[in-house]
Structures are given as C-alpha cells and as structure tokens.
C-alpha cells in the first residue's frame, strides 16, 4: 500500500476514506488471490504426492506437500496484514491527535469568548487578553499594539512577559507594520535575516525570533500582537493558532464596545456642539441631586441670534454656537454640567457653589466669549444669562421655569447680563465689583491668550 501522507503532514478525513477504500479493495484482491492460489497449492500438492508417495503414505505426505508449500503464501499475507494494520492504526492515530487539537482550540475559542462577552468596558477586555497572553506563551514575551482613535499611531493596550519586559515593537504605525499591512500572520525564526521585518533588527538583547497576528475590527487591520523568542525558535502551531483566535475575538469584542460608546456619546450629546443634550442632561442632573442638593441652575442665551444668522449664514450662527459651548466648557468644572437646551439655549448646572460664585463665572464667562470672538473672526454676538439656586423641594422642570424667568429678565433689561433670582423669583442685585481683572470659575486671570485657546474650536 502507498504512503498516505507523508510524516508530520496533516491527515484529512477525504485520507481517511482513500485508507477505507484501499483497504475495502486490497480485501477483495486477497479473497480471489486466496481462492485462485488455493487451488494452485491443491493441484501441486497432488502433483508432488503422486510423484513421492503411494498407497496409504500419500495422505500424511499431501499434508506435508501442502504445508511446505503454504507456509511462504501464509506468511506473506500475515505479515502483509500487520503492515496494512500499522498503517490504519497510524491514520487512525492522526485523526485522533487532530480531532483532539481541534477540540482543544474550541475549549480555548469558548472560554475566550465567554470571557470576552462578560467584560463591560476596554480596560476589562484588556485584562482578559493579558490573562490570555500568560496562558498561551507563558515562557515568552508578547504585547498587544491597537491604533489610537485616529488610526495614525499604535499604542500598547495590553503586555506579559516572564522577566516583565515587554517585546518593545517600534513599529509606529499600522501602515508601518508588515503584519497589519498584509493582513496575514508573519513568523521570522531569525530578525537578522534577509527578509526579517526592519523593526527587530537592533535590540539589546541581540537577535531574536518573532510571530506577528494581525488584529482587525471591522474588517480593517488595527493593530497586532507581536511575540518574541530565541534566535530560530519556532512557534508550535496551537500558539499559532490560539493567538489568531486572540486577534479574532478581541479585535471584534473591542469594536463592538467602540461601536455602542459611539453610538452612546451621539444618543448623548449634541452633534454640533458635543455637549449634553436635553434629556442626558435631565438625567445627569437628577443623580447629582441625589447625591448634592445645593445646585445651582442657570439658563443661557445667545442675543438676537435669529439675526445674527439672517445676517450673516447659517454656518456662522453655527461656529457661534460652537465658540460658546467651548467657552463654557473652559469656564466651568469637569464636574459641572452643560447642554444645549434647544437651539440658542443653553442649560447648566453647578453642583456645591454658592449663588453669588456663580454670578462670576458667568460674567467671567461673557468677558471671556468676547476675547474669542475677536480672535475666531467672528461677528460680536453677546450672551445673557438666568440663574437661580435650587430648591431641594422643585422638581428639574420647576428649577428651568425659576431660571427662564430670570433670563427673560435679562433679555427685558437690556440683555448681555446676568440676572440672578432668589426662591421668591426676585432679582438680587449684584455686590460691588472690584477693579481687578475677571477671572474664570477656578480664579484664573483672563486675557487674550485665553481666547486663543478657546478660539481652536471655530477652526476645527
């Protein structure tokens, strides 16, 4: 019978089933060999009987002639069989340590993914793939390489390594990897050789080994994992394969939670300007409450912004609204909330600040969305403001009502001011101000380079 494979080569199930049919054959062609021989071997036997023996010594001496000439036809086929058995048995062997790698890369795909589903955020699914880094190459240094957000740079996300040394790739770039560039698993026994990737070449502790997975999500090639050995080590092809896996699943596992942060931030916020819209800000400010009852609720507007749009386009009214909401954002406190309420209008709310603090942001606010304008190139459009303290007892909607009336008060006495209400509804009129400089909520002087900063977004 021919080789089925040659050794070491992979045994696939269409070998199998030429193993089966060769063997189903070789049984057919024994059975009519057998049956055609067996009559040669009667006829011989007869044939010598009558030539050496006579009388009643005929029959042991037929049994001797028959036996002598049996025994080379017998032990062939003997022997012939242990060899087709030792074949079967090692085909049989083949497909057995396959079916067993399959299902061990199975065990490994389940529980990966198992662990991979259960994790709720990046740094979590970063965990589970170090966990995973120990578990497949515990004896070599490997790292995870992921591209930032603008797809320009890589980033380590994720590293294992038994001296606690990374691989330190210095590929830059998923452009700049061959890897990531090709799409394809790249193996290198040797980085000084001709054809080694660039990027192993040169490190302190002399050449090395190297396998690099490519990662993608959403189909596009974003990273890699990149693992290091000794010089000529080869990477058994289980690593190979559990590490492709690895790539598979947690390239797509993070995409997904990029895709639902992304679809989360835009459920969130307002596309123009990229602050809270209405009704996260709702929500937002009912879990402050509970947690801080002395809030302080403001409603802005932007003055006669119907005609700044008349006058001037709707992309202007747009860059304005824009340079606000950042103005805001620069004045105010990471902890502090701001939205756009609805077209010009804007809702905020300052948690743990006195009434009268506040009044300083906000006018140190429209001194500072003055500076900006100047510098951003666009027309002078002013801001008034409503604001008002509230109260344990009123619900959101009661507290918005108490500062839109403060704000129409604003509008009525002359607009580009802030008004403050006290819980009765009446206008508190502002202390006396000193000659210095005014400065934003954390009591930083404003100046033009303030505006500067503030002003980037308009250019964006």
């Not at 170090?130 to 240094?141: L, M, N, T």
């Not at 500062?403 to 009446?426: E, M, P, S, T, Y």
Request: include cysteine.
């Amino acid at each position: 019978m021919e080789e089925l494979a040659p050794a070491g080569a992979e045994v696939t199930e269409d070998d199998w089933s030429t193993a089966r049919s060769r063997a189903r054959r070789s049984g057919y062609l024994g059975a009519v060999a057998g049956v055609l021989l067996g009559g040669l071997l009667v006829l011989l036997t007869v044939f010598l009987t009558t030539l050496t023996a006579s009388g009643s010594a005929r029959y042991p001496m037929s049994f001797v002639w028959f036996a002598v000439l049996a025994a080379p036809l017998a032990t062939a086929l003997v022997v012939r069989g242990f060899k087709q058995q030792e074949k079967s048995d090692g085909v049989i062997a083949a497909l057995a340590g396959q079916f067993e790698t399959q299902a061990r890369g199975q065990r490994f795909e389940s529980r990966l993914a198992n662990a991979l589903d259960m994790a709720e955020g990046e740094p979590e699914v970063v965990q589970v793939i170090e966990r995973s880094f120990s578990a497949i190459v515990p004896d070599a240094p490997v790292e995870l390489l992921l591209a930032d957000n603008s797809h320009a740079h890589l980033l380590r996300m994720a590293s294992a390594s038994p001296t606690g040394a990374p691989p330190n790739c210095c590929v830059d770039s998923p452009d700049h990897c061959p890897a990531a560039r090709r799409a394809q698993v790249q193996r290198f026994s040797d980085s000084e050789e001709l054809d080694a990737c660039p990027k192993l070449r040169g490190r302190p502790e002399g050449a090395v080994s190297a396998m690099c997975v490519p990662v993608s999500i959403m189909g596009r090639s974003v990273g890699v994992i990149h693992v290091t050995g000794e010089q000529h080590t080869a990477f058994s092809e289980n690593t190979v394969q559990d590490l492709e896996t690895l790539a598979k699943l947690s390239g797509a596992r993070i995409g997904l939670l990029r895709v639902m942060a992304e679809t989360q931030l835009q459920a969130t916020t307002d596309s123009l300007t990229g602050l809270l819209n209405r009704r996260s800000f709702e929500h937002r400010v009912a879990a402050l409450r509970r947690e801080e009852p002395s809030v302080v609720i403001a409603m802005a507007d932007l003055d006669h912004f119907k005609l700044l749009n008349d006058s001037y386009g709707h992309e202007t009214g747009d860059r304005a609204l824009r340079l606000f909401a950042q103005v805001l954002r620069e004045s105010l406190r990471t902890q502090d909330l701001v939205c756009r309420h609805g077209g010009e209008e804007f809702a905020i709310a300052i948690p743990d600040c006195g009434i009268e603090k506040a009044r300083e942001i906000f006018d140190a606010s429209r001194v500072r969305l003055e500076a900006a304008m100047t510098v951003a190139g666009l027309p002078k459009f002013t801001v008034s403001f409503g604001v008002v303290k509230a109260d344990p007892k009123d619900d959101l909607p009661t507290t918005i009502s108490r500062a839109d009336a403060a704000l129409f008060q604003a509008k009525r006495d002359g607009r580009d001011r802030v008004v403050v209400h006290d819980d009765l509804g009446n206008g508190r009129p502002a202390p006396a101000r000193s000659s210095e400089s005014p400065t934003n909520g954390n009591g930083r002087v404003l100046n033009q380079r303030d505006a500067l900063e503030v002003s980037d977004v308009v250019n964006s």
